[in-house]
């Protein structure tokens, strides 16, 4: 069939107002997963059913619940579309294992995490789900389901991360969530971090409170606030553990329960005097296993990790896990490392109850099991979570995508291969390490690309020879250090791609590949000297550089005005400067509604006036879940809000389409969004997009394509989104409208990979073809016909389209039926296994045809570039398939006929077998037909595809079809023999039609039997 994919979207009553409007026609556009899934995304929990423990829950953060039901051979999503999918935790019930509870919102405490609402509940094994309440906790760390009582379920909460609230601590249902109560509750700024029951009695149950904030510009992690709690009667009541145990300010704890000996708790305490404490009675007295050297290499950061597991078959076997994975066989008194292999920032750790050398570990780059205790590790390299910050392209065919990764690098890989299989992990190149952050490409050399890691540690990256060079740029002698924000931006200039932006508190531009900076402004930042100071505290230090303040967060110039350029920074300011940075103007002031100190996230120069700019602000790190959007006309003096009707979510990124000055795209924690009239109204594009944040997102200038970097899922493109920039007003009115069509490259796709086995990953490629697009504002009343016209005037595909109202969208395959030598056309059966041939690179002409009416747009198809492919070869080879399908015609035809007349004898034999005497009488006649028969039955009917003369036919198409080339000597050469065998084959079958089937009909008369029905003729015409 020459239509590959055929979208709709359409609607049985029209849709009220602009937004939904636009959202019902362009719904059902499609968008394209690519992966990367070499590297997997942040997993903070795996849970196992012992019932069946081959069924494995992971909960990565970001991207939701995903479920292997093969021990972790595949993996599907099952928690991925829900209103949040950043996930804290999972528990299984333990009578059921179709009943699964989620905790919303990630407990690492990260910069970069977002919230939940709530907990939910499946009763289906993962398929649906419903929230249950405790929408306001916002991260869960723990989820316990009673082992006696499954209708009891607790629940850890952290709280709100970025500030004060009372929905904390420890909450307790009895009726499966029906109903909760909080049952622990220390303070507004203290959460529940950790918590665990007794195996050998529900009623005893440990909690680790933990008071900590996290700022903007500052961590806090500890306080009396924290500390370790005991119930006795079920979570009814709890006291505070103080003997043997660190007191006065504490941090974060990690805690668990042995299930071999349940006498004996293991606490991990973050404290002036940190350690791993071990209690041999319940926790009534502790003992210090571990010293604050040791804890300081099994525990590197507390915030981040306090994870301590207790070997279920082993009490004295115990692991903590964090930067990397640490086991003790000595009950916390030596520890070594047995994560070697892995991705380090571990969060999750399951151990087999069964086989303690049975492991998965969830960290940040994933999932990995082993099954000899760590020795070696497999990595699940299926899942395509990737944490995207920023996204860059180039100007290849096709265009390369790269994006820089939360603690997984900076990646580049093609948007679409020659491969039949998809983009595949091995497509996939490393540019830099680190946490991948900001990533373009020079847009007149793609082998040129700058990019960052955390603190603006840049680089330039050769893929000639695929080596980097650092280029940071540093403050002058005697002058302060600068100041680095962890995601800090690179701009290149739209004026020059030679001039590359970069910043700290101050903008930096090098015209020498970064061999050198020149300062274009002072400090752009409020430099404020509360928010400089040392960042974390006041017990573990941090200094990754998550927490550097007073920096400058986004930049862009002018595509209409160089020299017109701006920034924004993390402490809320709009920068502009007029003269290429020689003065600068703070127009912060002229935002209404913005509250002081917000984050600005990204700032839009207007492809179409210098003066316009959109710019967005965060303030969820002040605990404000606003949504901050803005335009100015005159270059930052006033300013409107266009957040108009967009939901809840802060804004990541805002982006302006360089053909629709109307066509805006934004970008927040909870999907995608575009806009037709500047903010007016805006309408979802998450189509068949998860639940995901978006982090960034482009317009490639050339190939049309939406590109999106998820934070959690990777990457997404939505191809051609040409319907998108021609939508206006006026579209929703027209009875008919037919978009523009994108030029397309003819690239000849390929397998060369191995085919046997399953791709552990494979990114779609975009449909191959020319992608048609038409629009009806109601339903035809006949069928629209879109048609396309070569340069010749020749029609060379043709497809009706149905009767329905909203976005039609085709792709045409550029397939085409080919002509003889003598101009004839040979007529094509519905399923044919020979390729028809690509029609030639040019101009081409839609069309679209209703009711007498007919709209036209011009396009192009391209000529692979990698081979020179002449027209005379071309022709050659479609003169050469013409007639291959003629001859195939021609052998299904005989094939056909032969049938016919085996079924005649078929049914005949039935009659016989019932009719002994009537058999006698026909015997001869009928074994001398069957005799005569046998061998053109054998010749015209294969026994099997692809054998016999329809065998050789198909062989032979494949063989000029398959390769862009002329036929060669001896597929002319065969072709002309199998013509002939066909024909012969056909004489030898009309002759047997004409005298033998007439010879058995008279046998059959004479004895007063029905005659067989003889086939037609075979007839060697084309009409």
């Not at 939406?706 to 319907?723: A, F, S, V, Y």
């Not at 002994?916 to 026994?943: H, Q, T, W």
């Amino acid at each position: 069939m020459l239509t590959v994919l055929v979208l709709l979207a359409a609607t049985g009553v029209k849709a009220e107002g602009p937004a939904s409007k636009a959202e019902s026609v362009f719904g059902k556009l499609s968008w394209r997963s690519i992966g990367p899934a070499v590297m997997g995304g942040r997993t903070v929990d795996i849970e196992v059913g012992e019932k069946q423990p081959w069924v494995i829950f992971a909960a990565v953060g970001p991207s939701g619940v995903w479920r292997s039901m093969n021990n972790g051979i595949t993996w599907e999503n099952v928690f991925g579309r829900e209103s949040t999918v950043s996930v804290g935790d999972l528990a299984l019930d333990p009578a059921d294992p179709n009943i699964i509870w989620a905790g919303t919102g990630e407990a690492t405490c990260r910069n970069s995490v977002t919230i939940g609402d709530g907990v939910y509940k499946s009763a289906d094994g993962g398929r649906t789900w419903t929230n249950m309440g405790l929408r306001e906790t916002r991260h869960i760390s723990r989820i316990l389901v009673d082992r006696h009582h499954p209708q009891t379920v607790f629940v850890a909460a952290m709280g709100h991360l970025w500030g004060p609230n009372e929905e904390r601590g420890v909450f307790k249902t009895t009726d499966g969530g029906l109903t909760w109560r909080r049952v622990l509750f220390v303070n507004s700024d203290t959460g529940a971090a950790d918590l665990v029951q007794d195996p050998s009695d529900g009623n005893i149950l440990y909690a680790a409170a933990y008071e900590h904030r996290r700022l903007p510009y500052r961590y806090v992690s500890g306080g009396r606030g924290s500390g370790l709690f005991k119930s006795t009667d079920g979570g009814e009541t709890w006291r505070r553990l103080t003997k043997d145990l660190p007191g006065g300010v504490v941090g974060r704890i990690g805690i668990d329960v042995s299930r071999s000996q349940p006498h004996v708790v293991y606490a991990l305490v973050e404290h002036a005097e940190s350690g791993l404490w071990r209690s041999e009675d319940k926790g009534e007295s502790w003992a210090r296993v571990t010293d604050a050297k040791t804890f300081s290499m099994i525990n590197t950061r507390p915030f981040y990790y306090s994870q301590v597991r207790v070997d279920p078959s082993d009490d004295k076997t115990v692991y903590v896990i964090s930067t990397a994975g640490y086991v003790s066989a000595d009950k916390g008194r030596s520890f070594r490392m047995f994560t070697a292999g892995t991705h380090s920032d571990h969060h999750a750790l399951w151990i087999d109850p069964q086989n303690p050398r049975h492991l998965i570990s969830g960290n940040d780059g994933g999932i990995d099991i082993t099954y000899d205790g760590g020795k070696s590790w497999m990595a699940v390299q299926s899942i395509p979570a990737a944490e995207v910050y920023n996204i860059g392209y180039d100007f290849r065919d096709p265009y390369w995508i790269y994006c820089g990764l939360q603690d997984n690098h900076v990646w580049g890989a093609p948007s679409a291969v020659m491969e039949t299989s998809g983009i595949q992990n091995s497509d996939w190149i490393l540019l830099g390490g680190g946490d991948g952050f900001y990533v373009q490409p020079d847009p007149s050399d793609p082998l040129t690309v700058y990019a960052n890691s955390q603190g603006n540690n840049i680089f330039r990256f050769d893929g000639r020879i695929s080596r980097s060079k650092a280029i940071r740029p540093l403050a002058g002698p005697g002058e302060k250090d600068l100041r680095f924000n962890w995601n800090a931006p690179i701009h290149i200039s739209p004026h020059d791609p030679k001039v590359v932006y970069t910043a700290g508190n101050r903008l930096s531009a090098s015209r020498d590949l970064g061999r050198s900076w020149t300062f274009l402004s002072p400090d752009l930042t409020t430099n404020d000297p509360k928010k400089l100071k040392d960042t974390f505290g006041p017990l573990s230090r941090e200094n990754t550089g998550a927490e550097t303040h007073g920096t400058i967060t986004t930049i862009c110039e002018s595509p209409v005005q160089a020299g017109v350029i701006w920034c924004g920074t993390d402490d809320g300011l709009v920068q502009v400067t007029l003269d290429g940075g020689q003065t600068w103007s703070n127009v912060r002031e002229g935002i209404p509604g913005l509250p002081a100190n917000t984050w600005c996230t990204r700032v839009e120069a207007s492809p179409f006036e210098a003066g316009t700019v959109f710019a967005s602000f965060d303030g969820h790190r002040t605990d404000d879940y606003g949504t901050y959007l803005f335009m100015t006309s005159d270059f930052g003096r006033t300013w409107t809000s266009i957040k108009g009707d967009l939901p809840f979510g802060w804004v990541h990124v805002v982006r302006a389409d360089r053909r629709n000055r109307g066509l805006l795209f934004a970008g927040t924690e909870f999907g995608v969004f575009a806009t037709l009239d500047r903010g007016g109204h805006w309408f979802s594009l998450r189509n068949n997009l998860p639940t995901v944040a978006v982090h960034d997102l482009a317009v490639h200038p050339r190939a049309n394509d939406l590109i999106i970097g998820t934070h959690g899922w990777g990457l997404w493109i939505l191809d051609d989104i040409t319907p998108l920039q021609e939508a206006d007003d006026g579209l929703w009115d027209r009875d008919m409208h037919l978009f523009g069509v994108r030029p397309c490259a003819q690239f000849i796709l390929s397998s060369t990979r191995e085919s046997y086995a399953r791709p552990v990953f494979a990114g779609a490629n975009p449909a191959y073809g020319l992608t048609l697009s038409a629009y009806f504002a109601s339903a035809p009343r006949s069928k629209p016909v879109l048609s396309v016209i070569d340069a010749g005037g020749e029609e060379v595909y043709r497809t009706e389209l149905p009767l329905k109202e909203g976005l039609h969208r085709v792709v045409w395959n550029l397939q085409s039926a080919p002509r003889t030598k003598k101009g004839q056309k040979p007529s094509i059966p519905g399923i044919s296994a020979i390729t028809l041939p690509l029609v030639s690179p040019g101009e081409f002409t839609v069309q679209l045809s209703l009711d007498g009416r007919t709209l036209t747009r011009p396009s192009r198809v391209n000529p692979d570039p990698r081979f020179d492919w002449p027209e005379e070869g071309r022709r050659a080879q479609r003169e050469a398939l013409a007639e291959v399908l003629e001859i195939s015609r021609l052998a299904a035809l005989t094939a056909t006929a032969a049938s016919s007349i085996r079924r005649e004898i078929d049914e005949l034999r039935r009659f016989l077998d019932k009719d002994p005497v009537a058999a006698r009488k026909v015997r001869s006649g009928l074994s001398k037909f069957e005799k005569g028969f046998l061998p053109l039955k054998e010749e015209a009917i294969p026994a099997d595809f692809g054998g016999g003369l329809t065998g050789a036919v198909l062989s032979l198409g494949t063989s000029i079809g398959g390769y862009p080339g002329p036929p060669t000597d001896m597929d002319l050469r065969r072709l002309e023999s199998l013509r002939e065998k066909v024909e012969t084959l056909i004489d030898r079958v009309n002759l047997f039609i004409g005298k033998d089937i007439p010879s058995l009909n008279a046998v059959l008369e004479k004895n007063g039997l029905k005659p067989v029905t003889p086939p037609k003729t075979v007839s060697l015409s084309t009409k």
